[in-house]
């Protein structure tokens, strides 16, 4: 099995800044693309960004110039900085991994979520 842990949430003001981070390990053979959704009360899950092996990435039109995502391949992790951060970006994120695993199945696979709550 793969695991997905994350680590940086918490709660931060108006403008300020947080960064994610999420590393995967288990069954690995190689992971193809990983994201970060969030979910706010009462809304469906969305994604918020996410980045190819290759390193190209996708973002939300509500992050885009705010938000940025990165990966270190050989650490099996990827990053969120989040930056300007407002009241709306308030959620639980998830941390998602498109694993090909050692039979060659691909599978997803999500972290616990970590909670960011932007409030002054």
């Known amino acids: 099995q793969v695991q997905l842990v994350e680590s940086g949430g918490g709660l931060v003001q108006p403008g300020g800044s947080l960064r994610l981070s999420c590393a995967a390990s288990?069954?690995?053979?190689?992971?193809?693309?990983m994201g970060w959704y969030r979910q706010a009360p009462g809304k469906q899950r969305e994604l918020v960004a996410a980045i190819t092996s290759g390193g190209d990435t996708n973002y939300a039109d509500s992050v885009k110039g705010r938000f940025t995502i990165s990966r270190a391949n050989a650490k099996n992790a990827v990053y969120l900085q989040m930056n300007s951060l407002k009241p709306e970006d308030t959620a639980v994120y998830y941390c998602n991994a498109r694993v090909r695993q050692f039979d060659y199945s691909i599978n997803d696979f999500w972290g616990q979520g970590t909670q960011v709550t932007v409030s002054s």
């Open positions: 288990g069954s690995i053979f190689s992971i193809n693309t």
